[in-house]
């Protein structure tokens, strides 16, 4: 699954299929892209710093996943 990555105010990430971010909560300030990656269900790899597995929990749960 492409997961595109957005950063907002502070330290703070935002993780979604959507390249414009636009299902991201409005309430943490703007969204600004920051890079896009491939997660694999079966292939989980700790290279971003958050479970793979919890980001795609949160997408098919809610659409994204924010910290």
């Known amino acids: 699954m492409r997961v595109h990555i957005f950063k907002a105010q502070g330290n703070q990430y935002g993780f979604s299929c959507d390249p414009l971010g636009a299902n991201l909560p409005a309430d943490r300030g703007a969204w600004s892209a920051?890079?896009?990656?491939?997660?694999?269900?079966?292939?989980?790899?700790?290279?971003?710093?958050?479970?793979?597995?919890?980001?795609?929990m949160g997408i098919q749960?809610?659409?994204?996943?924010s910290d």
């Open 34 to 56: 920051f890079k896009a990656i491939e997660i694999f269900e079966d292939h989980p790899a700790p290279r971003i710093g958050v479970n793979e597995a919890d980001i795609l």
């Open 61 to 65: 749960n809610q659409g994204f996943l």
